[in-house]
């Protein structure tokens, strides 16, 4: 099975192309491995220096958990990131955080905790620009790719 990945992205629909929004994907014509998007939903953001889940983000991962146990992947895998501000070190047990609290969320909703597993990558895969506060919001994030 090619991975797939749920994208809890700032409602972006994408039908193919990389986790990444490259520009290529855009048109549709990514060289990347194709990967199918199988939700969107309002993004699973986090604020500055938390690891703690919304009421909306809960209500998206609910959604989430629902199309992961209907697809029964053999791999769920919880992407953390951070954004730029602090130490890298710091950054990479925080992304790892907010990964474990999606991952946990996950298998509390009925996704089969065997599959799961969770990765903090910190800052090093930016969604957008650090150098606004806009841009810092948008990486702090989780992503959940699937096998």
């Known amino acids: 099975m090619k991975k797939q990945i749920l994208a809890l992205v700032m409602g972006t629909a994408l039908l193919s192309g990389c986790s990444y929004l490259c520009e290529e994907c ?3 014509t990514c060289a990347a491995e194709p990967q199918k ?4 939903a309002a993004p699973t953001l986090f604020a500055f220096d938390s690891a703690t889940l919304n009421n909306a983000d809960k209500a998206s991962l ?5 199309k992961i146990k209907a697809e029964k992947p053999s791999r769920v ?3 953390g990131y951070a954004d730029s501000t602090g130490p890298a070190a710091y950054n990479v047990k925080l992304s790892q955080r907010r990964a474990d609290a999606v991952a946990n969320y996950l298998v509390k909703e009925g996704v089969c905790p065997k599959t799961v597993s969770a990765k903090g990558y910190g800052s090093t895969t930016a969604f957008d620009a650090n150098a606004t506060a806009a841009g810092r919001a948008q990486n702090r994030r989780a992503e959940i790719v699937i096998d």
């Open 26 to 28: 855009q048109d549709g």
């Open 37 to 40: 998007v199988i939700y969107t």
């Open 62 to 66: 609910d959604k989430a958990a629902e």
């Open 77 to 79: 895998l919880v992407k």
